[in-house]
């Protein structure tokens, strides 16, 4: 099995990215439609991570490749924001939502960014907490669904990484 991952921006076809995030978001944690998907998406960077299985059928290699999981980081000029990631239920806990987060990261510091902050849902921080985020705030409500801001600084990535080595 290969994992692969790639970046999409501007221009490029989104339809894998939005049915994962329909699946998750709006199938399975019931948010509307037009709260999951906005304007944004067009100007962000998608990452989408796939898994590729190889299967022999008719006495030929058969490989497909399945989306599984996909993430944004939307920059402003000023902020740089990671959100809507998400991991299809059936390939949970096998850190595809990790890789996603760590590409999107990875991308945002190589061109110079600092800090990258996320608006995630309230029962979601630990995921963002293990790979270093921070929460500054308490959390708040937004459409009936509560959220929490985190962030993570470029050094204080670096220092984390130092210390397992």
Known sequence: MLIQGKLLGYGDDLSEVKGIRRKVFVEEYGVYEDVE??????????????EEAQDWRSES?????????????????TV???????????YRGMKY???TVKM??????????????????????????????????????EKGIRYVD??????????????CN
């Open 37 to 50: 998907f906005d304007d944004l998406d067009d100007t962000a960077m998608h990452a989408i991570i796939y």
């Open 61 to 77: 290699l058969v490989v497909k490749k399945v989306p599984v999981a996909t993430g944004r980081i939307i920059y402003d000029g």
């Open 80 to 90: 740089c924001i990671i959100d809507n990631v998400a991991v299809l239920k059936e």
């Open 97 to 99: 939502g990790d890789f």
């Open 104 to 141: 999107l990261l990875s991308k945002a510091f190589t061109s110079g960014i600092n800090e990258v902050m996320t608006k995630t849902f309230f029962d979601s921080q630990d995921f963002f907490r293990t790979i270093g985020f921070d929460k500054f705030n308490e959390g708040y409500f």
């Open 150 to 163: 985190m962030i993570i600084k470029q050094s204080d990535l670096i220092k984390l990484c130092s210390k």
